[in-house]
């Protein structure tokens, strides 16, 4: 297997779990760096959901504010059954893998934000079970050059009930749409937060974030609005 | 075109067959999802399965599910398995999602939000 990190990400000498040890023999220890070890009071994680379609910047924005190198970690679609090997009496399992990218970000000693990207198309949906149970909400990356992918997307999170925001990534050339006009495009309810954002930079990324918190915030001391 | 949003249709199911001794792990539901933390309770002991070891040396320091499975390059559900293995025989502790009930306490929201200002 072959599992490559996202190729918007330097180049290292090792994977980023990989710490070859010196010695005659030389072992290879799987697992984090020290300086990227959590402390043992780290009792407790939340998570939130960058989703959005290819290319539109869901592992650069996961990498610009994490505090480890993104990590990629990999679910696979188990379809039972297609032919049942009689011989070996092994039911035959076809599996598709898919990744995501990860990142974290320590909230305080105790409290731990884990981001995870993942792509919005319908047939990645199989993912979402485990990948949104207890998920704090959501961050729906949009490129205004391709806007389809979004609307699948958010009819999807408003059916499950999962809180969103909706983010612009501000590529070059993109049309750089009044935000009403981009609401009515995406046929999104006043409430719903959409904010200019430039996945690259970290403090752009971090604001992505605070508007999802504060408007997590305003939801949990007022009733949604319906 | 990012390579991780790739869809893998070679993932050895022969392997993980034999990792996890047959049993499929439910990613999709039970107590222990993406962002658990696991902690060692003990290192690891001559005999033990290699990813279990693994697992029991990796984790001395907090660790989510999701990190092990890229640090291991094993899917998560097939981490499940071997998780929920150590879990029974104590090797290691879990440590809950806070999960959101409903609506997200306006506190843990505070704090987080408390925590993205000093990014
Ligand atoms: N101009 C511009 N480029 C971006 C921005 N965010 C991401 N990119 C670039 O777009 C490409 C795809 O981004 P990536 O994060 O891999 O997208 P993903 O498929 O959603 O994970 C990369 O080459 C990024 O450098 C942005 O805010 N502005
Ligand atoms: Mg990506």
Redesign the interface.
């Given at each position: 297997?072959?599992?490559?990190?996202?190729?918007?990400l330097s180049p290292g000498t090792a994977g980023?779990?990989t710490v070859a040890m010196g010695g005659p023999a030389t072992r290879t220890?799987?697992?984090?760096r020290t300086e990227d070890?959590?402390?043992?009071s780290?009792?407790?994680?939340?998570?939130i959901v960058i989703v959005g379609g290819?290319?539109v910047g869901?592992?650069t924005l996961v990498g610009s504010?994490s505090e480890i190198r993104p990590?990629?970690?990999?679910?696979?679609m188990?379809q039972a059954g297609v032919g049942v090997d009689d011989v070996v009496g092994v039911e035959r399992?076809t599996?598709?893998?898919?990744?995501?990218?990860?990142g974290?970000?320590?909230?305080?000693d105790e409290?731990?934000?884990?981001l995870?990207?993942t792509?919005g198309q319908q047939r990645f949906w199989f993912l979402w079970?485990?990948?949104f149970?207890?998920?704090?909400?959501a961050v729906v990356l949009v490129d205004t050059r391709r806007l389809e992918v979004s609307f699948d997307v958010i009819g999807r999170l408003e059916e499950r009930g999962v809180p969103f925001v909706v983010a612009i990534n501000s590529f070059m050339g993109a049309p750089d749409y009044p935000t009403e006009e981009l609401r009515t495009a995406l046929d999104l309810p006043d409430y719903v937060p959409i904010v200019a954002c430039d996945a690259r930079k970290?403090?752009s990324s971090?604001d992505v974030?605070?508007s999802l918190?504060?408007y997590?915030?305003s939801?949990?001391?007022t009733p949604?609005p319906s | 075109m990012s390579g991780s949003d790739k869809v893998w249709d070679d993932a050895d199911p022969e392997r993980l067959y034999v990792i996890t001794g047959g049993r499929s792990g439910d990613s999709q539901g039970g107590s222990i999802g993406l962002v658990t933390l696991i902690v060692s309770q003990s290192v690891p002991t001559a005999g033990m399965q290699p990813e279990h070891a693994t697992i029991v040396r990796m984790c001395q320091a907090p660790l989510s599910v999701a990190e092990i499975s890229a640090y291991l390059h094993l899917p998560v559900s097939v981490v499940t398995v071997l998780v929920t293995d150590l879990l029974a025989e104590s090797r290691v502790e879990a440590r809950a999602l806070v999960a959101r009930a409903q609506l997200p306490e306006p506190s843990l929201i505070e704090a987080v939000m408390h925590g993205l200002q000093k990014l």
């Open positions: 297997m072959d599992f490559k990190s996202s190729d918007s980023p779990g220890v799987v697992g984090p070890a959590l402390p043992a780290a009792t407790a994680a939340v998570k290819f290319g869901k592992t504010v990590l990629t970690t990999e679910e696979t188990t399992k599996s598709t893998t898919v990744a995501m990218d990860f974290r970000i320590s909230i305080n409290l731990v934000l884990y995870f990207g792509p079970n485990g990948l149970q207890g998920a704090l909400g970290r403090s971090r974030l605070l918190m504060r997590l915030h939801l949990a001391v949604e | -």
